[in-house]
């Protein structure tokens, strides 16, 4: 209801007003003038308001997310691998290479087998520290 407007006769608004003030107080501490609890009391749990997630909540969320990030990225690059070094086989079992292209071209391939190979190396390492620190 706006200020301006008349008041029903016998209705004080006042009543309502620090009743739903004294509910809101929570969350602003106990310094409001309208808090019923005594300095450093807190209200019960029961009246605490529900929060949607706790920092807790997020985090172990966020931790999650990472392990499974790190995870997922390993397996990409198994599948990865695995796929070069089935090149790089077909490409040792065939006729020999004599072209510079083919040479190159193995040379390439062997350069981001290494790769792939140290990449899953340090995430599997990354992924034990992660453990060891949320433990």
Do not use: C
Not at 20 to 36: E, I, M, V, W
Not at 41 to 69: C, F, I, K
Not at 87 to 106: F, N, Q, S, Y
Request: net charge positive; aromatic share 4%.
């Amino acid at each position: 209801q706006r200020q301006d407007e008349p008041r029903e006769p016998g209705k004080d608004g006042t009543l309502e007003k620090r009743r739903l003030q004294d509910r809101h107080a929570y969350g602003f501490g106990n310094a409001l003038p309208t808090s019923k609890a005594p300095p450093g009391h807190w209200l019960p749990e029961a009246s605490v308001p529900s929060v949607p997630a706790s920092a807790e909540q997020r985090s172990q969320r966020a931790q999650e997310t990472l392990a499974a990030d790190i995870v997922g990225s390993v397996r990409e690059r198994q599948q990865e691998l695995a796929s070069v070094e089935e090149t790089l086989t077909k490409m040792e079992r065939g006729p020999p290479v004599w072209r510079h292209r083919d040479i190159a071209k193995m040379n390439s391939l062997q350069k981001r087998r290494m790769d792939l190979r140290n990449g899953i190396t340090r995430d599997v390492k990354d992924l034990e520290k992660f453990i060891e620190l949320t433990n």
